[in-house]
C-alpha cells in the first residue's frame, strides 16, 4: 500500500487503499432492491455494468447523518461495490501515517470492516480493508 484515500463519512475519518478504488463518481441515485438490509441503498449502473451501492454510515452506525455526496467504488478481483461518503478529501502516501491496532474496546461493527488506525500527530483515520467490506456485502 503506497497511496491512501482519504475520505469521511459523518464526524469520522476513513482510509482505503487507493489501489483497490476503480473511480469516483458523485451521487447517482441508486435503483432500491427490495427487501435488501438498510445499508444496501440499491444498485448503479455506470458504463453497462452494474453495482450494489451500500450507505457506509448505516453500515458503521454513524450516528452523524451527514450529506452523502460521493460514491466510491472499490474493487477487487472479483467483484465491485459502491460506497456512498460524505466527502473525498485526498489521496497521500500511506508512509507519512503511524499504524496501530484497534482498542480492544473497539465496537464489532467496526471491528468487521477497520483494519487498523493510521495517525499523524493528532490526526487519526479509521483504515478499512476493501477486501473485507466487498466480502461482508457479497454475503448479505
Given at each position: 500500500?503506497?497511496?491512501?484515500?482519504?475520505?469521511?463519512?459523518?464526524?469520522?475519518?476513513?482510509?482505503?487503499?487507493?489501489?483497490?478504488?476503480?473511480?469516483?463518481?458523485?451521487?447517482?441515485?441508486?435503483?432500491?432492491?427490495?427487501?435488501?438490509?438498510?445499508?444496501?441503498?440499491?444498485?448503479?449502473?455506470?458504463?453497462?455494468?452494474?453495482?450494489?451501492?451500500?450507505?457506509?454510515?448505516?453500515?458503521?452506525?454513524?450516528?452523524?447523518?451527514?450529506?452523502?455526496?460521493?460514491?466510491?467504488?472499490?474493487?477487487?478481483?472479483?467483484?465491485?461495490?459502491?460506497?456512498?461518503?460524505?466527502?473525498?478529501?485526498?489521496?497521500?502516501?500511506?508512509?507519512?501515517?503511524?499504524?496501530?491496532?484497534?482498542?480492544?474496546?473497539?465496537?464489532k461493527n467496526i471491528?468487521?470492516?477497520?483494519?487498523?488506525?493510521m495517525s499523524e500527530g493528532d490526526?487519526?483515520?479509521?483504515?478499512?480493508?476493501?477486501?473485507?467490506?466487498?466480502?461482508?456485502?457479497?454475503?448479505?
Open positions: 500500500m503506497e497511496k491512501i484515500l482519504i475520505f469521511t463519512v459523518g464526524s469520522q475519518t476513513y482510509a482505503l487503499d487507493a489501489a483497490c478504488i476503480s473511480e469516483i463518481r458523485g451521487k447517482i441515485q441508486p435503483t432500491p432492491l427490495p427487501g435488501s438490509p438498510k445499508e444496501i441503498l440499491g444498485i448503479i449502473n455506470i458504463r453497462g455494468k452494474i453495482f450494489p451501492v451500500i450507505d457506509l454510515g448505516v453500515r458503521l452506525s454513524s450516528d452523524v447523518v451527514g450529506e452523502k455526496k460521493v460514491i466510491i467504488i472499490v474493487k477487487n478481483e472479483e467483484k465491485s461495490i459502491g460506497i456512498l461518503v460524505d466527502n473525498v478529501s485526498d489521496i497521500e502516501d500511506s508512509s507519512k501515517f503511524t499504524l496501530q491496532n484497534l482498542p480492544s474496546t473497539t465496537p471491528q468487521n470492516l477497520v483494519t487498523a488506525i490526526r487519526m483515520i479509521f483504515f478499512l480493508e476493501a477486501e473485507k467490506i466487498i466480502s461482508e456485502i457479497a454475503a448479505v
